[in-house]
């Protein structure tokens, strides 16, 4: 056996592409759990088309992800390749275009065939025709040596192939030095009971660990040592299962049962098939007929008490606008989380963007306002559900909760919060009698819109509460009683009201601007899941020479109280977003600051070095 | 013991399968059996708010009302733990009266709402209030779910087959070619029954009756209370401003008895001035039709036959212009475990079987790795 070289390397970015169904999403969590394991910092980008089983072997049908894995602290999914991985010619194709040059290619032959090829839009064969000279290429018949390795098993050639993803995640877990353990005892667990197909993908797992180590074909293993993250206990996580798990956190910390409202949307459902399993944590869920009936009875169950959510993304936030709008006059808690898509209309499901910011913020009818938190990298879902779930307990308001495609299915190391030191949330339900009819020596009558003087937030009485049965409804109310009124100077004065509650929100924490020189001139300001690539970006920025402040908005709305201050304190101020300038548009419109907008809708995160050359010519104009 | 075989043993104490049923019967309360009963005495004031009633003078709204605040008290329930829910229209008003608890909400999605409610807190006697309007038109699609899911709540429909609150457009139980401002040549569509409506989307009980009988309308919210899971109520309301008469055929002591079927459970369908018609299946088509009521072979009304085909037939006896014909009564009532009662047991069994949840644990999850 040949003796291997060992080189060590800082970071690679590695993306498996494939068919739909080559099952390339299940080999790259799996390749991420070990990775996370591992202890490396990381990072992905799940990248899949809306159709199930678009047509095997063309572009449409190609799913991918990608894995950017380091020994030191990462922000993104990295932006292109060092290592693609491709399972037929359509992968091939669809992903070659994103590899720099000097990239390793390990490529699936078995499907060359000219009919293949043919299929996915080559004219020539690129493994014959030099078009790949720039790159590394490996050529294994991954397909058919798998089956080889299977013989034993007496499976079909159909079923045996379906292995190859395995073996494939086998043979890159050696390159990496990466353990395989984790991913035998996942094998054994999903297959329990079938332990023919188990034993099978154990043995091609272990099949392609062993071509790496034996073939001259794989001169060089690569080493990534881990991390050096702050001390603590880790897993990995994805933004949906942060959610969720925020959701939970949220819940018991509030003393209030979960009740999610939902409806399957893409890329939202996940949320309600994690909090499904959760009945434990005396979490409800109910599967509504469609987006309107799942506010409608997330608002129901909050009026009797509970923590009302709903989960979707932005054509159900279209749907749900007029019951968010009832629940800002009724005045109760709920959670409205939209992980936002491409759009308009159907859009890009499976494809990220921010383009709902206005829509959560306006898209209702008559002033309507709603507090906004927003989700900066997939574990910080976990703090922002605990944060909206304050807001909308505290001052009885509906809270949208903006996560994104990309943030719902990437992943990164999370870590793990101790339970003991989660805020606490007090729903401080009302007991007794809050006002004095005239004449009555002490309160007798329950006036349901008698406002805290401090936070403005009505009391909230429950259903079962003797001695505080109230109506309430989308009709204008009385300040104070709660009765209808068509009183127009009250109108006036609700209106102001409900806004001046939703500005005075308390605890939102100063915007903090990281300028480690403290004479930048250009502020870089994003908010959501640019949090990562912008970082990624400045840093680069900052390595070439340049001093640049860089801030993050988690608090659409209200914002932080210094935020105009901020912007006002630099000569100029860019303002990336994955839209065409909506936070610009709010920002000028508020602060009357000249912000300078970059704006990308296309369904991926920025790439850190296309930022970085952006940030560098406005640096460079100044 | 299986959590299903608990539900069903619970949702039977009380109300047996095959039991005639009246209110004048003592058949338990079962879909009140969570609820906290009050041993203080209640009248009818005590459930009236101290809002203005605003209908128009002669609506039938008025007569509804009274009758729920006049049975209310007979349910002994504590008031705290009684809530109306509303969508939009003229009877979607009904909370604002009552001295419960109560919201109105929007156009349609009261069944929604009160599913929410309803699910998560068994503790509350859960009425919706709806229209025609806003429960078959803008609202279908939730009716239709919260009587397939068997939701514990009552739905009160007030049907006066036109839209009152936005002033006199046609509704979709308005009768075809209904001359209205929006349809000044006449409109273009068949109405729907809400009766058979219900029983074709599953719903457990389902019956019909008319404002302005007082005692046969409270008979069948009593019953309608004592249900386990959704209970719709029909209630035919005459909207004197817009609809004047509707039902004045079913009304008016000159044709009323000619027209009306009063359905009586355990008892064959007869109507008629003289009693003298019945409703008996013709053997070969098996279809439902009106002969003497001497005819051996009447059909028998049985509410609690598992089978809806019966109920669907009588449902269809009425005109649908003119709703001669029209049954009154409990078309059908049966048992079948209601949703947020297997919603509980889900959480029951998952505690059960793994114990309450440890939150420290769900986060930790089973692939950790420790830095420092
Ligand atoms: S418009 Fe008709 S239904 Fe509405 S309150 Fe007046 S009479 Fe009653």
Redesign the interface.
């Known amino acids: 056996m040949t003796v291997k070289q060992v080189r060590e390397i800082d970071r690679v970015v590695i993306r498996f592409a494939g068919d739909s169904g080559d099952g390339m999403q299940l080999t790259g969590d799996r390749f991420t759990a070990e990775t996370a394991s591992f202890g490396n910092d990381l990072s992905t980008l799940p990248n899949f088309p809306a159709e199930i089983r678009a047509p095997a072997g063309t572009m449409p049908g190609v799913s991918s992800f990608q894995l950017h894995f380091a020994n030191y602290d990462i922000l993104t999914p990295g932006d292109a390749p060092d290592v693609l991985v491709a399972m037929n010619p359509a992968a091939l194709r669809a992903n070659a275009g994103d590899l720099p040059k000097g990239a390793t290619i390990i490529v699936d032959t078995a499907d060359f065939t000219s009919r293949a090829l043919k299929k996915a839009g080559y004219e020539s064969n690129p493994l014959e025709d030099g078009s790949l000279s720039a790159y590394k290429v490996h050529t294994v018949d991954l397909s058919g040596i798998t089956m080889e390795a299977l013989t034993p098993f007496g499976l079909s050639r159909k079923e045996a192939s379906r292995s190859k993803n395995m073996f494939a995640l086998g043979l890159v877990s050696w390159m990496y030095g990466r353990s395989i353990d984790g991913t035998v005892n996942f094998l054994e667990e999903k297959f329990a009971g079938k332990e023919n197909i188990r034993d099978a993908n154990i043995a091609a797992l272990r099949a392609g660990w062993n071509y790496g180590e034996t073939t001259e074909d794989f001169a060089v293993r690569y080493e990534v040592k881990p991390a050096a993250l702050p001390s603590g206990t880790y897993r990995n996580i994805t933004g949906n299962l942060a959610l969720s798990y925020g959701m939970i956190a949220a819940a018991k910390q509030s003393g209030l049962p979960l009740f999610l409202g939902s409806y399957p949307i893409t890329p939202a459902s996940d949320i309600l098939h994690e909090l499904s399993k959760h009945k434990r944590f005396g979490v409800r869920t109910f599967q509504a007929e469609d987006e309107v009936a799942a506010i409608g009875a997330a608002l129901g169950a909050s009026f009797g008490g509970a923590l009302g959510v709903t989960t979707t993304s932005g054509p159900g936030v279209a749907l749900k606008g007029e019951t968010v709008g009832l629940a800002v006059s009724l005045e109760l808690p709920l959670v409205l989380v939209d992980v936002q898509r491409g759009g308009p209309s159907t859009g890009m499901p499976t494809k990220t963007e921010q383009a709902d910011l206005l829509q959560v913020l306006y898209g209702r009818n008559g002033e309507s306002p709603v507090p906004v938190v927003a989700a900066s990298s997939p574990s910080d879902c976990f703090d922002a559900a605990i944060e909206a779930v304050r807001i909308a307990v505290t001052y009885r308001t509906p809270v949208v909760l903006l996560s994104d495609g990309y943030l719902a299915n990437g992943s990164e190391p999370w870590h793990i919060p101790d339970v003991d030191t989660l805020p606490a949330i007090a729903p401080g339900f009302a007991t007794e009698p809050n006002h004095q009819a005239d004449g009555d020596e002490k309160p007798a009558e329950f006036w349901p819109y008698l406002r805290d003087p401090q936070t403005l937030a009505r009391p909230w009485a429950v259903p079962g509460t003797a001695g505080l049965e109230h109506r309430v409804g989308g009709i204008e109310k009385l300040d104070g009683a709660g009765s209808i009124s068509y009183d127009p100077a009250n109108h006036d004065r609700m209106v102001r009201l409900r806004q001046a509650k939703v500005d005075g929100i308390a605890g939102i924490p100063d915007l903090d601007v990281d300028d480690p020189n403290g004479d930048a001139q250009l502020l870089v300001l994003g908010w959501g899941s640019t949090y990562g690539p912008i970082g990624a970006a400045v840093r680069r920025a900052r390595r070439a020479g340049h001093s640049i402040a860089q801030a993050h908005l988690r608090h659409l709305n209200p914002m932080p109280a210094n935020t105009g201050e901020v912007l006002r304190s630099y000569d100029r101020v860019l303002v990336p977003e994955m839209n065409l300038g909506q936070l610009a548009l709010l920002l000028r419109g508020r602060y009357l600051v000249d912000v300078v907008s970059y704006n990308r809708v296309r369904g991926l995160p920025f790439k850190a070095e296309e930022l970085a050359d952006v940030i560098m010519e406005e640096v460079g104009s100044l | 013991m299986s959590g299903a075989a608990t539900s069903e043993e619970r949702a039977r104490t009380g109300a047996r399968a095959g039991q005639p049923v009246s209110a004048s019967t003592d058949i338990g309360m079962p879909g009140l059996r969570d609820v906290?009963a009050t041993d203080a005495p209640q009248n009818k004031k005590d459930f009236t708010?101290d809002?203005e009633v605003r209908w128009c003078p002669g609506c039938g709204d008025y007569a509804v009302l009274a009758s729920v605040q006049g049975f209310l008290p007979d349910l002994g329930l504590?008031?705290?733990?009684?809530?109306f829910?509303s969508g939009?229209g003229c009877s979607s008003r009904f909370?604002?009266y009552?001295?419960?608890?109560?919201?109105?909400?929007?156009h349609g999605?009261a069944p929604?709402?009160?599913?929410?409610?309803?699910?998560?807190?068994p503790?509350?006697s859960v009425w919706v209030v709806t229209g025609d309007g806003d429960a078959l038109s803008i609202g279908g699609?939730?009716l239709i779910?919260a009587l397939r899911r068997n939701v514990n709540m009552t739905i009160l429909l007030f049907n006066n087959r036109i839209y009152g609150l936005t002033k006199g457009q046609y509704s979709p139980t308005s009768e075809q070619g209904k001359v209205t401002k929006s349809t000044p040549m006449g409109s273009l569509e068949s109405p729907f029954n809400p009766v058979s409506l219900a029983l074709g989307a599953e719903a457990t009980f389902v019956a019909r009756t008319i404002d302005s009988d007082r005692a046969h309308l409270t008979s069948v919210l009593s019953a309608a209370a004592a249900h386990r899971g959704t209970s719709l109520v029909e209630i035919y309301q005459n909207c004197n401003i817009f609809n004047d008469g509707a039902f004045e055929i079913l009304k008016n002591e000159d044709s009323r008895d000619e027209v009306l079927i009063r359905l009586e459970q355990g008892e064959p369908v007869r109507f008629g001035a003289e009693g003298q018609y019945g409703v008996r299946r013709d053997p070969a088509s098996g279809g439902f039709e009106v002969g003497p009521s001497d005819d051996p072979n009447l059909v028998v009304h049985d509410a609690t036959d598992d089978d809806p085909t019966q109920a669907f037939g009588l449902s269809r006896l009425a005109d649908p212009g003119t709703l001669a014909r029209s049954p009154i009564g409990i078309f059908r009532q049966v048992d079948r475990p209601a949703y947020g009662d297997l919603?509980a047991e889900?959480?029951d069994?998952?505690?059960a079987a793994?114990?309450?949840?440890d939150?420290?644990a769900?986060?930790?999850?089973s692939?950790?790795?420790?830095?420092?």
């Open positions: 906290p708010s809002q504590a008031r705290e733990n009684i809530v829910v939009i909370p604002y009552m001295n419960t608890y109560g919201m109105h909400s929007i999605r929604a709402i009160a599913t929410g409610l309803a699910a998560s807190r503790d509350l699609n939730h779910h919603m889900q959480l069994e998952a505690v793994k114990g309450d949840g939150l420290g769900l986060l930790r999850g692939d950790t790795w420790t830095v420092g």
